[in-house]
C-alpha cells in the first residue's frame, strides 16, 4: 500500500524497501486466512485467490528472505554484539518455521485442487495452517519492523546500504531473466 505523504520505498532506499514489502506480505497472508471462509462456499474463487497469494510469496516473498539473510544479515553480523547476533539467528529460525508451515499450506492447497468439493476437515486444516503462518509472520514482521530497522540504520554505512541495494536489483533481475527464459 502506498501511504500518501511518505516516500515511494524503492530498491534505492533498501532498508524502507525492506519494510514495505513487509505490509505486502501482510496483505496475502490476510488474504490467505481469509480464503478459508470461502473454500467450501465458493472453492474456485477462494483456490484463484490462494494461488496468487502462494505465487507472491514465492517470487517476492522468497527475494525478500534472500535480500535479508544474504545482504542484510551478514553485514549486520560483523558489527553486532552477541545479544544482537543472538536476535539476527533468531530471526533466520522464524524464516525456516514459516518455510516449514507455507510447505504444509501448499500441500493442503494442492489437496484442495484435486478435488472437486473441499470437505471441512480439509478446510479446517487449511484455516489453521493459514493462521498459523499468518501468526508468526505478524511477530517477526513486528520484530523486524522496529528492531531490525533500527539496528541496520544505526551499524551500516551509506556505502553498505548502497551494495545491498545493488544486490537486491541483482536478485530480480536474475529472477526476471529466469522467466524469461521459462516463458513466464
Known sequence: ?????????????????LTACHRRIEERLDTL?????LLLTDQATALAAIVRCL???DGSGALHTE?????LFPRL?????ADQI???????E????????????????GEATRVSQVSGELAEQYRECAEQLRSIYRSHIQSED????????????????AEIAGEMRARRKRERNEHARQGV
Request: glycine share 2%.
Open 55 to 57: 505465487e507472491f510469496l
Open 67 to 71: 535480500d535479508e539473510e544474504c545482504s
Open 1 to 17: 500500500m502506498i501511504q500518501i505523504g511518505l516516500p515511494t520505498a524503492t530498491i534505492d532506499t533498501p532498508l524502507e524497501h
Open 33 to 37: 486466512v481469509k480464503a478459508a471462509e
Open 94 to 109: 522464524q524464516h525456516v518455521t514459516a518455510g516449514t508451515i507455507l510447505m504444509r499450506l501448499k500441500e493442503l492447497v
Open 86 to 92: 543472538a536476535y539476527l539467528d533468531s530471526l533466520e
Open 77 to 81: 553480523r560483523v558489527k553486532l554484539l
Open 146 to 161: 522496529s528492531i531490525l530497522s533500527a539496528l541496520a540504520k544505526q551499524s551500516l554505512s551509506e556505502f553498505e546500504i
